[in-house]
């Protein structure tokens, strides 16, 4: 109807009749004012894009399913807008898409895979840690000698990385034909694993309608697990990667596909099923388990390497020391045994302690500073005795020498009134005393001296009693000489007045060797 | 000598396909419906007559009017099996026409159409006529029920005995 509408513009209208235009104007405003305003509103609808937006957005579902009914012509149009939203989001976020269009995969490799890895993981991880005092050394002295900032060589050798799995699978079917895992590393169904790889990789290659080229390698990231996929003409070799593995991998992982495929062409195309024919692949597949030696990197494998130096230096030093320490426990336990009057009883050699149980003749000699002398320092070693009599002949000898020397000691040669003659009995028994004490001194390796010291008794003058004694002494050494006294040296002392009427022993001892 | 297959489910949605592999492969049935997204992939292990055969089971999302079944998905099978749900006529229809178009994908290799949910007698709607069309027309027709697991287990052994060395 608003296009009947006369405009304005060209209504004739009589000349200066205001009252007229007015009229009209009250009558096109009557007639045609709803219309006018519903055209007000869509100009602006068209005009304003957000309104327009809106108006769109309150239609479009309805829009869609009507045209949905019609035909495939809308899907068709949409189909390239949508996958380009898709490729999008798959290259920001691939993990994203594995898990909205493939959901059962994404757990289940990670399942798969993932998890039985873990435990091992924190194993490296720590003995990662552990080691980081000696590696951090290491890189310190790395950064001094290239002049690199110590930061860019621990980023450099914090690029961890292992291949952990690798799988050959044939393409067209996706079935597993060999499975090879890093030691230390379990799986839980390789099969699953293949047959969703190739899932995976076909749906990523068809959704974009990239030819899969025969030297082509994709990468999958499912969580924190990445997947490198070689493809060959039949086979697909896909290696489990952790951490940063340097991109020349990849063309390992090429390489062993091709060979893998020229040695097995025959069995590949067509692949009657049976793995067991690819079982020689073992070995090559072997070689891309990178890392099987030094499987957390070499610059870890080098902190390790100094590590195992270190223990190395130090079980060196250890051996050495306890040589050490053996050679002078020896030594000890050595003069111990020789030590006259000492019986051994229990040694005990400890890492830093050593303990000692003997015997000791309270006449040995004190064992006091024995260790010391040995080379230890001091209470590096505990030496306990107990007391016994030892019947080395040197210490019966000690034993007798005091009786022996007290005896003769206390012996009296008697001599008749104002006489210096010596009764040979009296000399006899005199020499005896004197020889026994002498042979012990000797058995101890000891000189005996024997003064005699002769006496008169307080009767006569002082003078002749001092002659008198003299007398007597000088007169016994020499009837005593007459007898054998076992080395013992004889010395006539001077005379004592006011004692006895008789002659006396004072005994000594003296070293013996220096004559 | 262990061989290994690879087979595919395919037919309309919520005809039972991945309920027959779990009764299948688990020995288990859930009355709930999870629609399939994409692929699923199992594998069973089973021994029939001498061989050991692993299979590795391919369950596709099943098709409805929005999406269509990635049939890219069948090449490298051993075989197919196609399901129809019983008491849904029209989904015996969807598994015929599929059969014919998976060919392009996977070659001429062993089929076997399940007709499932054969424990809903009172629900039946596929005519028994049309089945005995198919039949004679080379389609090997099981019926079976994920629910009882009434003939699950000989359904998939028989495609599996078809795809072992020596058979035709
Ligand atoms: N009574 C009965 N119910 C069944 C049987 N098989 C499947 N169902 C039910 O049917 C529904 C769909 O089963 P699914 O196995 O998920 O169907 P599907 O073919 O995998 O479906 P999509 O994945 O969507 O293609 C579920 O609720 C099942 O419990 C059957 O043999 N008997
Ligand atoms: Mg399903």
């Known amino acids: 109807m608003p296009a009947s509408i006369p405009s304005s513009g060209s209504a004739p209208v009589p000349a200066g009749d205001a009252e007229r235009d007015q009229a009209w104007a009250e009558l096109r405003r009557l007639l045609v004012g709803p219309e006018r305003e519903q055209i007000g509103e869509l100009r602006s609808r068209i005009e304003d894009d957000s309104e327009r937006a809106g108006a769109v957005a309150r239609v479009l579902p309805s829009a869609v399913d009507a045209s949905l009914e019609r035909g495939p012509e809308l899907r068709r149009s949409m189909q390239p807008m949508v996958r380009d939203v898709i490729e999008l989001t798959l290259k920001h976020d691939p993990a994203l898409v594995i898990d909205t269009v493939l959901p059962f995969f994404g757990t289940l490799i990670r399942r798969y895979i993932t998890n039985a890895l873990q435990d091992f993981m924190d194993a490296v991880n720590q003995a990662q840690e552990r080691s980081v005092s000696t590696r951090s050394i290491a890189w310190r002295v790395e950064a001094w000698r290239t002049g690199k900032p110590y930061a860019e060589i621990v980023l450099a050798k914090s690029l961890l990385y292992r291949i952990e799995q690798i799988f050959l699978i044939h393409r067209q079917t996706g079935l597993k034909l060999q499975h090879r895992v890093a030691r230390g590393v379990e799986t839980k169904d390789a099969d699953m694993v293949s047959g969703m790889l190739t899932a995976i990789e076909d749906f990523i290659h068809d959704s974009f309608s990239t030819a899969i080229g025969e030297k082509q390698s994709d990468t999958i990231q499912v969580g924190d697990l990445r997947v490198w996929v070689q493809h060959g003409r039949h086979a697909l070799l896909a290696a489990v990667v952790r951490g940063a593995p340097p991109l020349e991998l990849k063309e390992r992982l090429a390489q062993v596909v091709e060979d893998v495929e020229r040695k097995f062409e025959d069995r590949l195309n067509p692949y009657a099923g049976d793995p067991s024919v690819f079982a020689p692949t073992a070995p090559e597949l072997d070689s891309c388990l990178l890392g099987r030696g030094d499987v957390e990197t070499g610059g870890s494998s080098r902190n390790w390497k100094i590590a195992g130096g270190l223990a190395a230096s130090a079980l060196l030093a250890a051996a050495v020391l306890w040589w050490w320490d053996g050679a002078r426990w020896n030594r000890l336990l050595a003069s111990l045994r020789n030590e006259p009057g000492v019986v051994l009883t229990e040694a005990r050699r400890g890492w830093y302690y050593h303990e000692i149980e003997s015997l000791r003749d309270p006449l040995a000699n004190p064992l006091e500073g024995l260790p010391e002398r040995a080379g230890f320092g001091a209470n590096r070693v505990s030496v306990r005795t107990g007391p016994f009599l030892s019947l080395d002949a040197r210490f019966v000898a000690m034993r007798e020498l005091e009786p022996r020397r007290r005896a003769l000691e206390d012996l009296r040669i008697a001599f008749a009134v104002d006489s210096s003659v010596v009764d040979r009995a009296e000399a006899e028994r005199a020499a005896a005393a004197i020889r026994s004490f002498a042979s012990s001194a000797a058995a101890t390796g000891q000189r005996a001296i024997v003064e005699v010291l002769g006496s008169a008794d307080s009767t006569g003058t002082a003078t002749r009693n001092t002659v008198l004694a003299a007398m007597r002494a000088r007169e016994l050494v020499k009837a005593v000489s007459g007898f054998e006294t076992a080395g013992a040296v004889l010395r006539a002392g001077s005379g004592e007045t006011g004692a006895i009427r008789g002659v006396r022993f004072r005994a000594s001892l003296e070293p013996r060797g220096n004559e | ?168």
């Open chain 2, 1 to 168: 000598m262990i061989v290994q297959k690879k087979i595919c489910l395919l037919g309309a949605y919520a005809v039972g396909k991945t309920s027959l592999i779990r009764r299948f492969v688990e020995r288990m049935f859930d009355e709930r419906y999870f629609t399939t997204v994409g692929v699923r992939i199992d594998k069973k292990e089973l021994s029939l007559d001498g061989h050991d055969v692993t299979m590795m089971v391919w369950d596709l999302a099943g098709e409805d009017d929005v999406t269509r079944v990635d049939l890219r998905r069948c090449k490298g099978a051993s075989g197919l099996v196609f399901v129809a749900d019983g008491c849904r006529a029209h989904t015996l229809e969807t598994a015929v026409r599929l059969a014919a178009e998976a060919e392009a994908f996977a070659g001429s290799v062993p089929c076997v159409l399940a007709v499932n949910k054969v424990d809903l007698a009172a629900e039946w709607e596929v005519e028994e006529s049309r089945l005995d069309d198919l039949a004679a027309r080379g389609w090997k027709i099981v019926r079976t029920s994920a629910k009882t697991g009434h003939n699950v287990d000989p359904m998939f052994e028989t495609l599996a005995r078809e795809m072992l060395p020596g058979a035709d």
